[in-house]
């Protein structure tokens, strides 16, 4: 049997759907065009791929990115999908209830990373799913992004999800990009980027241009943003 780092891994956007329309994500001018193209594939069709692909590289690794739980059937595939591939990692905004995870997936085959927005879930309803996850014995992890617009209540949060013990694995990841004329992560003050890691990290990696060049040092400023 092959361990986690010998499996072939596969990063699989399932759906372009969401519920929530946050400012920072580049996908989400493109929600009502999705809607149309998304979701198209039954459970059914989508296994019979995977076993071709469980044939041919046996017991692979899976990350389902974007908001899978916009997936109609999401429960009947990954009951599915659990029994010939994982772990499979469920990347998620927690946009809905998590009882059909709870119910009908294998904690030991699946696990959870959940990014808390606070522009379109309350911390309470994003705490209760999460911690109704951890009771069933699921690997979680959780992510905060410091965007601007909330910047001021990103301690509190991480406050609020120690206290809660959701500390396992727990970061905040800096924000890229633009808010109100302003480029981040540069914009952040020097407390904030002392909380955040980044006084660990050169300012010439921060960005990465149309090449892609830069992108994995975005990865590693990241990776250096975590309790």
Request: contains cysteine.
């Amino acid at each position: 049997m092959k361990n986690d780092k010998e499996k072939l891994k596969f990063f699989w956007k399932l759906t372009a759907d969401c519920p929530f329309m946050c400012p920072y994500c580049m996908d989400a001018p493109k929600r009502n065009i999705s809607r149309i193209l998304t979701n198209r594939l039954l459970p059914e069709e989508w296994i019979f791929y995977w076993k071709l692909i469980y044939d041919k590289y046996g017991t692979c690794e899976i990350v389902l990115l974007e908001e899978p739980l916009s997936y109609p059937e999401l429960e009947k595939l990954i009951s599915m999908l659990q029994e010939i591939h994982y772990p499979i990692h469920i990347s998620t905004a927690l946009s809905r209830e998590v009882d059909f995870i709870i119910n009908a997936l294998s904690p030991a085959r699946v696990r959870i990373h959940a990014r808390f927005h606070p522009l379109f879930i309350t911390s309470e309803d994003f705490l209760r799913r999460m911690l109704a996850l951890k009771m069933a014995k699921f690997q979680i992890h959780v992510s905060i992004l410091a965007y601007p617009l909330y910047l001021d209540n990103i301690p509190i949060y991480v406050e609020e999800f120690r206290r809660k013990a959701l500390n396992e694995y727990l970061k905040v990841d800096p924000y890229v990009g633009e808010y109100r004329g302003a480029r981040y992560p540069e914009s952040y003050s020097p407390q904030m980027r002392k909380y955040l890691g980044l006084s660990e990290f050169p300012e010439e990696r921060w960005h990465s241009d149309s090449n892609g060049n830069g992108k994995k040092g975005q990865e590693e400023m990241k990776n250096l943003c975590r309790w």
